[in-house]
Nanobody
Framework: QVQVVESGGGLVQAGGSVRLSCTAA?????????MEWYRQAPGKQREIVAQ???????KYVDSVKGRFTISSDNAKNTVYLQMNGLKPEDTAVYYC?????????????WGQGTQVTVSS
């Protein structure tokens, strides 16, 4: 019922910055209750990077605290991940995950993933 599209990934040098976007759209009325960013590096388990709930409370994995910022533009149904001071170890496929209420039901939706590669 909800389509989620990510954008903003690419190749960046260490110390650089990238902003990822995740936009949700639907033909039905919906609301976003929770927004999350995950990443998965080759050969590694997917990990949660950042979380933003509907109350504006955010959380980050220790490895990105002080460098990454999760935010949202509710009017655009979009969540962002601003990544500064990038390190090679940040290289991964980044996925957004949205928990949405459609009618009286709650669903989770995943973006298609976007590659972020940080060169040393």
């Amino acid at each position: 019922q909800v389509q989620v599209v990510e954008s903003g990934g690419g190749l960046v040098q260490a110390g650089g910055s990238v902003r990822l976007s995740c936009t949700a759209a639907s033909g039905s009325s919906f609301s976003i209750n929770d927004m999350e960013w995950y990443r998965q590096a080759p050969g590694k388990q997917r990990e949660i990077v950042a979380q933003l709930n509907s109350d504006g409370q955010s959380k980050y994995v220790d490895s990105v605290k002080g460098r990454f910022t999760i935010s949202s533009d509710n009017a655009k149904n979009t969540v962002y991940l601003q990544m500064n001071g990038l390190k090679p170890e940040d290289t991964a496929v980044y996925y957004c995950r949205l928990v949405c209420a459609v009618g009286v039901r709650t669903y989770q939706y995943w973006g298609q993933g976007t590659q972020v590669t940080v060169s040393s």
